[in-house]
């Protein structure tokens, strides 16, 4: 197994001048011998004989002198399972309180993700998709989104993500991320996701076959990697579907041009936005987000208008209800032991044209911490 140099960076001029990343994306790692490899580059007569994990290391090592490449903080693990990249937090990424913003975590997820799919060969079109994606033309698209901050980092902060993935079902695969502070070495955030094949002509959802299968499972740990639990994991629990009158909401709001990908459709880290759109000042005020899991049901084009509707969420028993505005369901309700300082939310975002469910949501949020 090839190692690839790390440092611990505190001072970006000093990690350029001292870490050359090639930038290899991972989990690589597999015990199964395929011709379907994916590599960027041509193999020599030597290379025939590598498995595609090493041959795409050593695809990678022939482009790493690359700008891209030389500069990226980031490479595989010494085991080769997951690939690690550190960031600085940027003065653009804060809030009024100098932290970073639940969007710039959510983009920070994305960016890692992406440099992953590219690292191995995968297309650089924003979609991620293997040679027989794209012959078929189907792509992946975001199904569900989890995300748990136990500790925002500041301004001028490094952070480290790791991530990888999986598969996860028929029609799907997994990615996990967990997020560290660099200078304690603290654990500070996890975060996992769903994604599922689409036909880029229907917009209709479709089985992986094996063919794809073969293409990327080679880069994928041989065993269960899970950031949650599964008997743990919030983002499984089931989401109930608001349904009007709410106790909030945010309507008519529109994407802006800024808000679409590459992709031209609207980037899902702005449907965090519009969720948090409708949330009540009190609570943003007073209290941080400590987990947002998102259901992405319909996609967002440029020109739609997007309601966003917020309603409480107690426990009953061992049953989740939501708030109205007329607080019916408040008389027998109970709440969770930490309830005073945890409030949980329930969210919907739906086209404010004809009321079609784009997303639905579920938010927890702890008291600020004195800093």
């Known amino acids: 197994m090839l190692k690839f140099p790390y440092c611990n960076v505190t001072d970006l001029n000093q990690a350029l001048a001292q870490c050359r990343f090639v930038g290899l994306l991972g989990p690589l790692a597999s015990r199964r011998q395929s011709p379907r490899a994916v590599v960027s580059c041509s193999p020599s007569s030597s290379e025939f004989s590598l498995t595609p994990v090493q041959a795409v290391m050593s695809c990678q090592q022939q482009v790493g002198s690359s700008l891209v490449n030389r500069l990226r903080l980031g490479g595989l693990t010494e085991d080769g399972l997951s690939y690690k990249e550190k960031f600085i937090i940027r003065g653009f990424e804060v809030g009024i309180n100098k932290i970073a913003t639940i969007e710039t975590i959510a983009n920070l997820l994305q960016e890692v993700g992406s440099n992953h799919a590219q690292s191995v060969g995968f297309s650089t079109d924003g979609f991620g998709t293997t040679p027989t994606m794209r012959k078929l033309h189907l792509i992946w698209v975001t199904a569900r989104m989890h995300i748990e901050v136990y500790k925002y980092p500041a301004w001028r902060d490094v952070i480290e993500i790791e991530t990888w993935s999986q598969n996860e079902g028929?029609?799907?695969?997994?990615?996990?991320?967990?997020?560290?502070?660099?200078?304690?070495?603290?654990?500070?955030?996890?975060?996992?996701?769903?994604?599922?094949?689409?036909?880029?002509?229907?917009?209709?959802m479709q089985k992986v076959s094996d063919d794809v299968k073969e293409e990327y499972l080679v880069f994928c740990p041989r065993e269960p990697r899970l950031a949650f639990s599964e008997k743990n994991n919030k983002s499984l629990k089931r989401i109930a579907k608001l349904e009007d009158p709410v106790r909030y909401s945010k309507l008519g709001l529109k994407p802006r041009r800024a808000d679409l990908d590459m992709n031209q459709h609207v980037n899902n880290v702005t449907y965090i936005g519009w969720v948090l759109e409708s949330i009540p000042k009190e609570i943003i005020d007073t209290h941080e987000l400590q987990a947002i899991t998102l259901f992405y049901r319909r996609e967002c084009q440029q020109y739609n208008v997007v309601d966003s509707l917020t309603g409480l969420e107690l426990t009953e028993g061992s049953k989740t209800v939501s708030v109205g505005t007329n607080g019916s369901a408040t008389a027998t309700a109970t709440t969770r032991e930490d309830d005073h300082d945890c409030h949980r939310f329930l969210h919907l975002l739906r086209l404010s044209s004809d009321g079609r469910e784009i997303s639905r949501g579920r938010t927890e949020w702890r008291k600020k911490p004195t800093r």
Do not use: C, H, P
């Open 170 to 204: 028929r029609i799907g695969t997994r990615r996990d991320w967990i997020l560290n502070e660099v200078a304690t070495g603290e654990v500070i955030g996890r975060a996992t996701s769903k994604w599922v094949m689409m036909n880029q002509d229907t917009r209709r």
